[in-house]
């Protein structure tokens, strides 16, 4: 019996940890607060859910957020726990949910090295979604959005 419950809780472990995050595609993206509010995410177990080769970095894993524009300019402040490597934010606009995606803008490169990406262009009302993929290990990350008007 305890060589059952032992195995139970080892494949039950394994199925949870291989388990893909909610926002791994679009329909799915995490609501990005704006002007103060911060989230958690990770890319562990996630997929690459476009079709094509979409940014800067060539094919990664993905998840997704997504905000209504308040203003006019997107600033993303990003910050690595224990994702490592090079990082990519592509910036897409859209006609309705998940539909009409058009690339507002993408990132590539170090988050140590340009902590906050700006993003300009946007229209007020307007859906946007930001994808976050990597080069690196797959891991956790912190993500805050500003949307002003400058």
């Known amino acids: 019996m305890k060589n059952f419950i032992f195995s139970t809780l080892i494949a039950w472990s394994a199925f949870i940890s291989l388990a ?8 799915g993206a995490t609501t990005l607060p704006q002007n103060g509010g911060c989230v958690n995410g990770t890319t562990a177990s996630a997929t690459d859910t476009w079709t094509g080769t979409v940014g800067c970095a060539g094919n ?22 224990t994702m490592t490597g ?12 998940c539909t009409g995606l058009g690339i507002q ?5 170090s988050v140590a090295g340009i902590p906050t990406n700006t993003f300009a ?17 797959r891991g956790t990350f912190r993500i805050c959005n500003t949307v002003i008007t400058p």
Do not use: H, K
């Open 20 to 27: 893909q995050p909610a926002n791994d595609g679009c329909a």
């Open 60 to 81: 990664n894993a993905e998840v997704w957020y997504s905000f209504v524009a308040t203003g006019t300019v997107s600033q993303i402040t990003m910050t690595q726990t």
């Open 86 to 97: 090079n990082v990519e934010l592509t910036l897409v606009g859209s006609t309705s949910a």
């Open 105 to 109: 803008g993408t990132y590539c490169g």
């Open 121 to 137: 262009g946007l229209t007020p009302g307007v859906r946007y979604y930001l994808t976050i993929s990597g080069t690196g290990t």
